[in-house]
């Protein structure tokens, strides 16, 4: 049974930092490509930042310069640092896992943490 479990969420003000974990099992991490999505109230959910089991990454306009994506195999983690932090980055975040051609979407999904930055 494959797990995705995200923590790290929470209140920040703006020009912080949080550094979101996603821990998963049930798959072979190491070959996994994994993503980082965010969903705003109203909004569809969006790609923040994906990254390969080749180690390649790919990271949204929004985002870029501000946030980094990581993973470490041994741990079984994907990691995704996020500094200065803008109310407009306030969502839910879910980790996303799967053996895609390209930069698609994995079929499986974490439960999301919230991120709220306030102004």
């Known amino acids: 049974q494959v797990q995705l479990v995200e923590s790290g969420g929470g209140l920040v003000q703006a020009g912080g930092s949080l550094r979101l974990s996603c821990a998963a099992s049930?798959?072979?991490?190491?070959?996994?490509?994994m993503g980082w999505y965010r969903q705003a109230p109203g909004k569809q959910r969006e790609l923040v930042a994906a990254?390969?089991?080749?180690?390649?990454?790919k990271y949204a306009d929004s985002v870029k310069g501000r946030f980094t994506i990581s993973r470490d195999n041994a741990k079984n983690t994907m990691y995704l640092q996020m500094n200065s932090l803008k109310p407009e980055d306030t969502a839910v975040y879910y980790c996303n896992a799967g053996r895609t051609t390209g930069w698609g979407t994995g079929p499986y999904w974490g439960q999301g943490t919230q991120v709220t930055v306030s102004s």
């Open positions: 990254i390969t089991s080749g180690i390649r990454t």
């Open positions: 049930g798959i072979i991490f190491s070959i996994y490509d």
